[in-house]
């Protein structure tokens, strides 16, 4: 399985940039289930997004925030979107800088 990460700034009423890790291919095909995705600043430490963002999910209970935001547990029962492509992400404040992220497939 390819990863790569992206950032790209997001017009929105309070202004994010989004870092996505996204996956060409998968073992199924059809599907990318992610147990937990973290990212990580400059100083080493965890930093948690705004909003996640994702391709889509299974449905209600395996969205992205079960696998990307503070304190909740869960998983993202990750599907592609319209292009065939899965990603899952979030946006952060404007000047968050993301150094690296830890992702743990289920």
Not at 8 to 26: A, F, H, L
Not at 42 to 61: D, M, V
Not at 69 to 83: F, Q, T, V
Not at 86 to 93: A, L, M, Y
Request: glycine share 16%; proline share 5%; with cysteine.
């Amino acid at each position: 399985t390819r990863y790569s990460l992206a950032n790209e700034k997001r017009p929105s009423p309070t202004e994010t940039i989004g870092y996505r890790v996204r996956c060409s291919k998968t073992h199924s095909g059809w599907a990318w289930d992610v147990k937990r995705l973290r990212f990580f600043g400059k100083n080493g430490k965890a930093t948690f997004p705004l909003r996640p963002i994702e391709s889509g999910n299974a449905g209600k209970g395996y969205e992205a925030a079960g696998a990307i935001l503070e304190g909740k547990a869960g998983m993202w029962g990750g599907r592609s979107d319209c292009k065939g492509q899965f990603w899952i992400g979030g946006e952060f404040p404007i000047g968050t800088e993301i150094s690296r992220y830890e992702l743990e497939e289920v």
